[in-house]
């Protein structure tokens, strides 16, 4: 059989409730515009049962047939959670990373040469402890984040992961860059060589960059005509209690204590609310802040940037390696974007051009710059409109991206 090349993702095929997972399917999707004819394709994907939470049927068949042009193979794999979560914890990745270079050396043993593999973050971290040494130069491990961001007192993850990526430096594997953040933080807090370092720049690929229909039933009827949004996982590096603390403080400087409705999407994929969403609930009842909280994911909630009663997108992170909600509001033409300066989203909002910006971790800041968003005229808002769709286009291109990566990684496999 000729030479392969094999996607592995922990997201993004069977659902997407990250950010990554809509990022891993974007990947894929420019990977079978790129792909040349007759080179194999297998993705790899963390196996989910149907009667997992995280589970999506309807996703999961786009996903097939998005993948069908090109008879690509399917080959799900194992974190020993027998189906029932994509991420898990660490005994999850170590499962996954031995069961990961199990079924890569038996697709490989069928090859004519060792096919190049991309695998996507931190669930793979370990994969190159379990490859053999000949198949690592082939492989390219892509972290859209790191324990040390997000997890930084897990002492034993933060290990694995430096391990892993040691492991595949040292056996020649390249490391793949998703943000220029994400290769300061690499280089600088986990010791990868530059010379190790791949470019492939997150972004949109032309399909989602089409706004589709808001689902109007998201937001209560009283809110419809004027309301913020907020969305991303619940967790709290997304920051979402600064906003409603913001919040807060902007009610007593506008009349009546009368601000936009805030649609708050902070998401699992749990049908009951964690403990973090209940903080949050607790928070915006004590503050007082006029809210409807959506607490479980739901893909119809991205439609809701092309809204016309939309007065401004809120990201208020503490910690983004990336962040693709800002891209998002530009492809919908969702102006202004208010955002943190935090990691990769500095990269995205330009202070006064595409959106505000905020200093992470500080109500008051991110206060200001709502405040800076609301008061924005039908004029200013067109120019920030115009200002972020020229970004998509010209810097965030994620075809392009994908195209210059497999060129590099894989040139033998394009078009």
Not at 105 to 113: F, V
Not at 155 to 178: F, K, M
Not at 289 to 312: I, Q
Request: charged share 20%; with cysteine; net charge neutral.
């Amino acid at each position: 059989m000729a030479r392969g090349l094999i996607v592995c993702v922990h997201d993004g095929f069977y659902g997407a409730g990250t950010g990554a997972g809509y990022a891993n399917r974007a990947f894929l999707r420019a990977t079978v515009r790129h792909l040349a004819p007759r080179v194999p394709l297998v993705v790899a994907p963390v196996y989910l049962a149907p009667a997992s939470p995280e589970y999506d049927a309807q996703w999961a068949g786009d996903t097939a047939r998005m993948l069908r042009p090109v008879g690509a193979h399917v080959a799900p794999l194992s974190n020993g959670t027998d189906g029932v979560t994509r991420f898990g914890g660490l005994a999850a990745f170590q499962h996954l990373a031995d069961d990961t270079g199990r079924v890569l050396s038996d697709i490989a043993a069928r090859l004519d040469e060792p096919p190049a593999v991309v695998a996507f973050d931190v669930p793979f971290s370990g994969v190159a402890m379990h490859l053999p040494s000949t198949y690592l130069p082939h492989l390219t491990y892509v972290p859209r984040s790191s324990a040390l961001q997000h997890d930084p007192d897990n002492s034993e993850r933060v290990d694995y992961e430096r391990r892993g990526l040691a492991a595949a430096v040292a056996g020649g594997a390249r490391v793949g860059v998703i943000s220029a953040y994400m290769r300061r933080h690499l280089q600088e807090e986990l010791a990868v060589p530059a010379g190790a370092l791949i470019d492939l720049p997150d972004g949109l690929t032309a399909d989602e960059r089409r706004a589709l229909p808001p689902a109007d039933d998201l937001v209560p009827a009283a809110g419809r005509a004027d309301f913020l949004l907020a969305l991303g996982r619940a967790e709290p590096y997304k920051g979402f209690e600064d906003l409603l603390d913001a919040l807060a403080l902007l009610r007593s400087d506008y009349p009546g204590g009368r601000l936009p409705h805030l649609v708050l999407a902070a998401v699992t994929d749990s049908q009951s609310a964690s403990p973090y969403q209940r903080q949050l609930a607790d928070r915006a009842a004590e503050l007082g802040v006029d809210v409807s909280l959506h607490t479980r994911f739901d893909p119809r909630l991205r439609t809701l940037l092309a809204h016309p009663g939309l007065r401004a997108v809120v990201v208020p992170s503490r910690q983004e390696p990336f962040g693709r909600i800002p891209l998002e509001a530009f492809a919908a033409g969702a102006a202004p974007v208010v955002a943190t300066t935090a990691g990769g989203l500095a990269e995205q909002v330009t202070d006064g051009l595409t959106g505000f910006t905020a200093e992470p971790g500080r109500p008051d800041s991110l206060a200001a710059a709502i405040d800076r968003a609301l008061a924005t005229t039908p004029k200013q808002r067109d120019r920030m409109r115009r200002a972020g769709q020229d970004a998509l286009t010209s810097r965030f291109d994620h075809d392009a991206a994908v195209g210059r990566f497999l060129r590099t990684v894989a040139p033998w496999a394009v078009r």
